[in-house]
T-cell receptor
Framework: QQPVQSPQAVILREGEDAVINCSSS?????VHWYRQKHGEAPVFLMI?????EQKGHEKISASFNEKKQQSSLYLTASQLSYSGTYFC?????????FGAGTTVTVRA | DTGVSQDPRHKITKRGQNVTFRCDPI?????LYWYRQTLGQGPEFLTY????????KSRLLSDRFSAERPKGSFSTLEIQRTEQGDSAMYLC????????????FGQGTRLTVV
């Protein structure tokens, strides 16, 4: 079952912050975050693992609440390059399922 | 490392025809995924291979869809008797062994059924 993301879309001005949420009805081992720009393939941002380990992007941070089966992606001091659609992916026995995405538009 | 390669990039076919897409994963990635993506939606899981074994296939897929990964290298996705509702971007992703590994996506094959 695919994870649920919110909000569906967000519009920011450069320098503003945003939070994207992801929740699952299943217990999670890890959560992945990807960004997709128009006409391109999704690109890996971060993996968050049970126990608090993280791997990924230097300027974008995320959290993972294992008990609540939720993850949040934090876009801090957003840049124009942050525009795109963000997907969370949940990993259950190596099956990777994605949410519907959150479209982020950063304006100058 | 040349990345995940998909062929063709675009395919236009008439309703009722069969189509086959190919995915070449990053070498030594033992896991390979197929997804379907329509406009404004996330990648929808279709099927997943570990080496040559197909471990899971989405229940959303009808029997018209089949995928193979002979010898655990490249993979093919075939759609038989295509319908207009099959029009979408078909994405392939590969991933190395391990739980802390990310998936690498190909550029996708855009299918248009007319």
């Amino acid at each position: 079952q695919q994870p649920v993301q919110s909000p569906q879309a967000v519009i920011l001005r450069e320098g503003e912050d945003a939070v994207i949420n992801c929740s699952s009805s299943k217990a999670l081992y890890s959560v992945h975050w990807y960004r997709q720009k128009h006409g391109e393939a999704p690109v890996f941002l971060m993996i968050l693992l049970k126990g608090g380990e993280q791997k990924g992007h230097e300027k974008i941070s995320a959290s993972f609440n294992e008990k609540k089966q939720q993850s949040s992606l934090y876009l801090t001091a957003s840049q124009l390059s942050y525009s795109g659609t963000y997907f969370c992916g949940t990993d259950n026995d190596y099956k990777l399922s994605f949410g519907a995405g959150t479209t982020v538009t950063v304006r100058a | 490392d040349t990345g995940v390669s998909q062929d063709p990039r675009h395919k236009i076919t008439k309703r009722g025809q069969n189509v086959t897409f190919r995915c070449d994963p990053i070498s030594e990635h033992n896991r390979l995924y197929w997804y379907r993506q329509t406009l404004g939606q996330g990648p929808e899981f279709l099927t997943y291979f570990q080496n040559e074994a197909q471990l899971e296939k989405s229940r959303l897929l009808s029997d018209r869809f089949s995928a193979e990964r002979p010898k655990g290298s490249f993979s093919t996705l075939e759609i038989q008797r295509t319908e207009q509702g099959d029009s979408a971007m078909y994405l392939c992703a590969s991933r190395p062994t391990g739980a802390k590994t990310e998936a690498f996506f190909g550029q996708g094959t855009r299918l248009t059924v007319v």
